[in-house]
């Protein structure tokens, strides 16, 4: 037989003040300890940006990374899988598109397939665009690097594989003739970067015999220095003319108020 037994009602006790203030404790930890993960990540990954290959026609890389919504097309529309969207633990802005040139450079295609199907404008076409056609020739992904010490061909060995493989032969990189001093009958073949004519494709990082290539492209804004505003090319017309609107700031200080000569003979506190 079965017996009908009272239903038991578990009695909740109020949890004490002491309690809820350790569980809330408790709580805020562990989401601070969570912000500081995801911070720390972000920190990681955008300093890696700084260092990170985008596609042809890509935005500065702040508007880039406001612009770009990881859709992958551009990933999906090349034609040589040298497109790679960043994965979780890569220390990359997750989603976006980059390319390492030592394992698979641009090559360059004329349609740039990549560029015409981003949907919100972060692969800009115009940037790409020539005469109203596009033109790969035009594209700036980076700037290629030699590394002096590394490159075979400033020891006096002969190679020449960075300037056969750049698709702009003879222009991006060129080849710079010296006498050898060492054996005194052979000459040095360098290959020197056109800066303003590279396009940041890789191929040449590629094609680099060295153990670990020797010629590099990094993003051209950390490649290149900046002289700024205050020096102008005085034999470039083009340059000289940022002189036209230029006005002279005068600043006076307490050591301008005595001439020259008096300036340096104030011996101040010394005595």
Known sequence: MSENRPEV????EPIGDRRKFLLNMARGVGIATLGGFIWSAQVDAVTASKLMLRPPGALPEADFLKTCIKCGLCVEACPFDTLLLAKPGEDKP???????????PCYMCTDIPCVPICPTGALNEESVTTDGVLDINSADMGLAIIDHESCIAFWGIQCDACYRACPLLGEAITIEYAKNERTGK??????????????????CERACVTEKASIFVLPREVAQGKAG???????DKNDEKRLENAKAIKTKTKLSEKSALDSLNDVGDLY
Do not use: N, S
Request: aromatic share 16%.
């Open 9 to 12: 009602k578990m009695k909740k």
């Open 94 to 104: 997750l989603g976006t598109p980059y390319f390492t040139p030592r394992t698979v």
């Open 186 to 203: 052979h000459a040095f073949m360098k290959p020197v970067v056109q800066g303003d004519v590279c396009t940041g494709c890789g191929l």
């Open 229 to 235: 505003d205050y020096y102008i090319k005085g034999w």
